[in-house]
């Protein structure tokens, strides 16, 4: 379906960001002559100059993040259109600009004495910065002189360059082929491919299974060469920043504890068995000889599947959040009503889901809605996210706003968890019940599980290279295929294609994220739980959370809310979750 086809009421208003093209273009023009930042070079030891460098350049991001996020969210409606990848290429030019004319600035920050951080923190006119400075005086020894760092900053275009091929690969030119589907002849889309894999029909997920990963293997050495390019990359910083790892590169970056992070790779490997045994029902149930990777995916209980227009989702997702209160509602009712959300799949349209926004405007979300249990919750997910955006927008400066990655899978994992509850609560069909119970194992198993599991690939990948052994699609399909065994034990039946299963992750290419959707899962579970048992008392610890954008560190912050990742009991009470719907739906079976 073309784009020209969907109706308005399901396509974003990008009016909100600019009225035009012709808008965005006199905007992105006054940009290209940069403020003189030039001017306080040598100059950053008052407070006083710090506080006005901050301002200007406060001002030139917003405006440079609003002309991104029009010309990111153009790109993304159809990628075949090369006005926008254009538009695309100037932004991110600007940014690498931007970047080279401010890169004086941290170095000259850095070089000066502890106290003197600790004092422009305690100031007044920099009391929107004082997190920032507490962890400057941490990465103190991490930052290079004024002229590496502005020749590093003007790295950050080319070293983009893999994502990049990446993303025309998997959007635009992975030539996915035919297959008969349903009578008809149809091309495969990265959208139809999961409609498949949680259809009914074994032999058409078959089919579809073994020609999605035929387009991955037919360049999969172009693929492996630019996965490897992506680490040689992570390592070239983590090698002129002086740390010890790319992994205690990415945790410092958070500001997290390499604490947190053990804990997950452990408790999940700890877990295993449950994991195993969850294949072992599966496998049971769907009355397999062979179950293969292409059996995950399809329910195991038939005539239970939520399939509703995306109205009737979207009301669903109102009810199942309401022990959020009114407030929540409002803006959720707001973001679908005044057109925050892109709903369709469309013909070069950039594939799965995610929110976007910037400072100062509301949010916006890309779907690419089908008539899926699934979809359903990727309404509640993504909407999670936007509406954790809008209350730091609204209650943080700029400066605070921009929370962590870290933190950025909680707000939407608690509202599919939330939703997930609501569902089961007010179930009385025994059917849809164990369709639930089914459901939520599989969100755990796809979000706490398989993460995870990306994650040891990531970690080992890197480290390999680290190492000095070159990556090639031998060796990260050899990986990768082993660590599908740990996790899914001998019930399943490993495919030789899901070898190659790395090939086709977009997340590999923003290093050390996907552990964070582990992570936040762990702690959506634990919130949940709280929000659900306590009612007001944790609702407001909650809210206190998603407004509290960067003002600390994001491990304290989801303290504060009730989940505590320094523990690995946080992480043993979502494995029991698990083994708790596991033990139910047997006895229901």
Known sequence: ???????????????????????????????????????????????????????????????????????????DEDVRVTKYSAYMAKVMSLFTKYSAATSFAEPELTALPEQTLRDFAADA??????????????????????????????????????????????????????????????RLSHGLYS???????????????????????????????????????????????????CLEMALEEEDVTREVYDNLISSVTEAAPVMHRYMQVRKETLGYDQMHMYDLYIPLVENAELRLTYEEAYELV????????????????????ERWIDVCETDGKTSGAYSIGVY???????????????????????????????FSNANQPYAKSDYKIFVAEVASTVNEVLLLKYLLKTSQDRNLRKYLLNYFMDMIRTTLFRQSQFAEFEQEAHAMAERGEPLNKDNLSALYYSLNQKYYGTALTHDKQIAI???????????????????????????????????????????????????????????????????????????KEFSEALEEFKVLS
């Open 195 to 245: 409609v498949i894999l949680s259809g009914k029909d074994r032999a058409a997920r078959a089919t579809a299974f073994k020609k999605y990963y035929s387009a991955y293997e037919k360049i999969i050495g172009t693929l492996a060469t630019t996965y490897f390019g992506n680490v040689k990359k992570d390592i070239f910083y983590k090698n002129v920043r002086g740390y010890a790892s």
């Open 501 to 575: 299963e790395w090939a086709r992750i977009p997340h590999f290419y923003r290093s050390f994220y996907v552990y964070k959707y582990a992570t936040g899962i762990t702690a959506a579970i634990a919130i949940a739980e709280h929000i659900l048992s306590e009612g007001k008392p944790a609702i407001e610890r909650y809210f206190n959370f998603l407004k509290g954008g960067c003002s600390t560190d994001p491990v304290t912050l989801l303290k504060g809310a009730g989940a505590d990742l320094t523990k690995k009991e946080t992480f043993a009470a979502a494995m």
């Open 125 to 186: 006119r920099l009391k929107n910065y004082d997190y920032y400075f507490s962890r400057l005086i941490v990465r103190r020894k991490h930052v290079l002189s004024e002229k590496e760092e502005r020749i590093l900053a003007q790295t950050a275009e080319p070293m983009s360059v893999s994502s990049d091929v990446f993303g025309m690969l998997d959007d635009a030119e992975l030539n996915l082929p035919f297959m008969m589907y349903q009578g008809k002849r149809v």
């Open 318 to 337: 109102l009810k199942g959040l309401s022990p959020l209160g009114d407030e929540y509602l409002t803006l959720l009712r707001k973001g679908r009503d």
């Open 1 to 75: 379906m073309e784009r020209k086809e969907v109706e308005t009421k399901y396509r974003w208003k990008m009016e909100d960001v600019f009225e035009s093209d012709e808008a965005w273009e006199t905007a992105y023009s006054a940009l290209e002559t940069l403020p003189d930042f030039a001017f306080y070079r040598g100059k950053l030891n008052t407070a006083e100059n710090v506080a006005a460098y901050f301002a200007m350049t406060e001002a030139y991001e917003q405006a440079l993040m609003r002309v991104y996020l029009y010309a990111h969210s153009r790109n």
């Open 360 to 390: 100062g405007m509301h949010p916006f979300v890309l779907l690419n809605y089908q008539q899926t249990t699934h979809d359903v919750f990727t309404i509640a997910h993504e909407m999670g996210h936007s509406i954790h955006s809008w």
